[in-house]
């Protein structure tokens, strides 16, 4: 097959912003996405890290990383295009609006990951990057297609979620270890409220377009709240494992604890009155939660 130059669509582009060429690749690549990728991967770098930081190091683990996050972002919506099309929240992404060409999707994705995947392995290391391939993998071939099969696919989908934190572990420290799990776990955890507030929120959508998810299923609701209750609860004490094994020191874990209990109640309150708004809440307070954690971890770091 003939491989097409990456082109945009100006007739088919909305006015404003949406329709500048940047914003269409950023919307490819879910950049919001993407950026916490960035983050996550940061923050396993710079807690692993040992000794005086090697700058060079950090910015081919994130930017390997990020470009392996690219690729599978652009990959499952040229999979996902037909469903996407249905959802008003995903209908205006590049291939449904028609801004991009699929091919242009298809090379640009694995061009994209090859390159990601070849920068981690040349100038970081093996492990990293086989963390990242299963990462786009588990991704594009497991979690994507399961959606459409079973409402299972949240808690997978959460594995290669919660692996950037790992591999900028690995970045720093070149092997796997149970701190970095520690940082996976986290990621693991912190995931499934956030999800199942979105899920909530279109499961309408969700329905229309076929994806098999337990918001749909659960008419009431109350599965729902309580898999985003319970794994809230969970996250509390794992969030306070990077204290526990040395790598953050004691305001980390005055952090971490406050910030816990104020997502549980936000996870709860959902649980007590299952509503969009409640759900709205607790979205909210996922996205808050996590960079002020993350962040904490850094300016807390304990000296190895």
């Not at 000794?51 to 470009?67: I, N």
């Not at 640009?108 to 390159?115: E, K, W």
């Not at 690995?170 to 409220?193: C, D, M, N, Y």
Request: with cysteine; net charge positive.
């Amino acid at each position: 097959m003939k491989a097409t130059s990456p082109t945009v669509m100006p007739a088919d582009v909305d006015a404003g912003t949406r329709g500048s060429a940047m914003s269409v690749w950023m919307e490819l690549f879910k950049a919001r996405l993407s950026g916490l990728v960035v983050l996550t991967t940061l923050a396993g770098f710079y807690v692993g890290y040992q000794g005086a930081m090697d700058w060079g190091l950090l910015l081919h683990s994130v930017c390997g990383t990020t470009l392996l996050a690219f690729g599978a972002a652009a990959l499952n919506q040229l999979i996902e295009h037909e469903h996407d099309a249905l959802m008003s929240r995903t209908e205006n992404r590049p291939l449904p609006a028609k801004r991009l060409t699929p091919s242009t999707v298809l090379w640009v994705g694995v061009a994209v990951s090859v390159i990601g995947f070849a920068q981690l392995y040349i100038r970081v290391n093996p492990l990293t990057a086989l963390l990242g391939a299963l990462t786009s993998v588990s991704y594009l071939l497991v979690y994507t297609p399961l959606k459409r099969v079973t409402s299972l696919n949240t808690a997978i989908g959460a594995i290669p979620g919660a692996l950037p934190p790992l591999m900028g572990w690995t970045a720093a420290r070149g092997r796997l270890s149970v701190e970095g799990w520690g940082l996976f776990a986290i990621l693991f955890f912190w995931q499934l409220p956030h999800f199942m507030a979105i899920a909530w929120m279109y499961r309408e959508e969700y329905r229309k377009a076929g994806f098999a998810m337990l918001a749909v299923e659960d008419e009431g609701g109350h599965r729902t709240a309580g898999q985003a209750l319970s794994h809230t609860l969970g996250l509390l004490p794992v969030s306070l494992t990077p204290f526990a094994f040395g790598l953050a020191g004691k305001a980390y874990f005055v952090t971490a604890l406050l910030l816990g209990l104020a997502f549980l109640y936000y996870a709860f309150r959902f649980y007590r009155e299952v509503n969009r708004a409640n759900a709205r809440r607790l979205f909210f307070a996922s996205i808050i939660y996590l960079p002020l954690l993350l962040v904490m971890m850094v300016i807390d770091k304990t000296k190895l």
